[in-house]
């Protein structure tokens, strides 16, 4: 599947916020033949939607395949805007209301939400309180962020500098928090197999403002209270390392969020929740190496209940 040629790219125009003019991109396959299962994909921070080998797996299931491109990420991106920032989670989730509302329009089929590392967070979040979560089936997280991966005095410290400098300067920002090691992993120019667009999704990262953490931690703390009523499925890779430079364990394991937390708290987001262990993922387990990503693949429709092809 051609991501430039199979898929209709709709910009999506949102009420200004504070920066101006906002729109996000719905993405959906032209197989798509509606009225049939739908699932809707959310994708992570410094990220936007270049997956199609992730919609041919749906769509050779029966399954149609939509995607955001955020606000303020990928296709959406503004030259007014600061890239991927927010200052609150709830802003994303005008574009997810829209998307299910569009999808709801084609049917009453089954909708899966579906989200990887911030986009699982944003996800879950939406379906605490967001307006169309009685219109989703089942939730599929991917890796999500639901814990800095720091000890908890830093994240303390973290937050409470944030909260000040961010008062005075709402467009604070932290140059170079994030180790390229992880975008060097799965970039084909470097030691992956993925192409995907260097402006959109820099290897060595955007700024961190500190408005967006501090977004991240209250959704994060919402989520200690959960209200999910929808079967969860939380996939996470089998362990985590911290690495600031590139090596061949970025290969075989999460290097961003740490697996023990995303077990701990996933495990208690809703009422049925399967945990659900890929041996050797990487981050986004479905840019993980063939073989993983094809057992997450597997293991995932067999949780849906829907038929090999």
């Known amino acids: 599947m051609n991501l ?62 939509y995607a955001l491109d955020l606000r303020k990420y990928g296709r959406s991106l503004m030259q007014h805007q600061h890239p991927n920032y927010c200052r609150d989670m709830q802003e994303y989730f005008e574009e997810v209301t829209i998307a299910i509302q569009q999808i709801r329009a ?27 979560k009685s219109s989703i089936d089942r939730l599929i997280l991917n890796s999500p962020f639901l814990k800095f991966n720091k000890p908890a005095l830093e994240i303390a410290a973290m937050l409470v500098a944030a909260r000040v400098v961010s008062a005075f300067m709402p467009f604070a920002k932290v140059e170079g928090a994030l180790s390229p090691a992880y975008a060097q992993s799965v970039h084909k120019n470097y030691f992956g197999e993925w192409d995907f667009n260097l402006a959109w999704k820099p290897i060595e990262g955007f700024p961190t403002y500190f408005k967006w953490i501090l977004a991240i931690a209250n959704a994060q703390k919402r989520l200690l209270s959960p209200n999910i009523q929808v079967p969860i499925l939380t996939m996470h890779s089998s ?53 993983v990503r094809g057992a997450a693949f597997k293991q995932m429709f067999a949780w849906l209940g829907v038929a090999e092809p």
Not at 6 to 33: M, R, W
Not at 106 to 129: F, K, Q, R, V, W
Not at 261 to 286: S, Y
């Open 4 to 65: 430039d040629t199979d898929f209709e790219f709709q910009t999506v125009q949102l009420a200004p916020d504070y920066e101006g003019p906002v729109t996000s991109t719905l993405i959906s396959s032209k197989f798509n033949c509606g009225n049939r299962p739908a699932v809707l994909y959310l994708h992570g921070y410094i990220d936007y939607f270049f997956h199609p080998h992730v919609c041919v797996e749906f769509i050779n299931r029966g399954i149609d395949f």
């Open 239 to 291: 362990r985590s390392l911290k690495l600031t430079e590139f090596s061949e364990d970025a290969m075989s394991a999460d290097i961003v969020l740490n697996v023990e937390d995303i077990k701990r708290i996933g495990a208690q987001l809703g009422r049925q929740v399967t945990l659900l262990e890929i041996e050797n993922a990487q981050h986004d387990i479905f840019l993980s190496p063939r073989q």
């Open 106 to 132: 084609t049917g009453e089929a089954p909708i899966y939400l579906l989200g990887h590392s911030t986009g699982g967070l944003l996800a879950s979040y939406y379906m605490n309180d967001g307006q169309e």
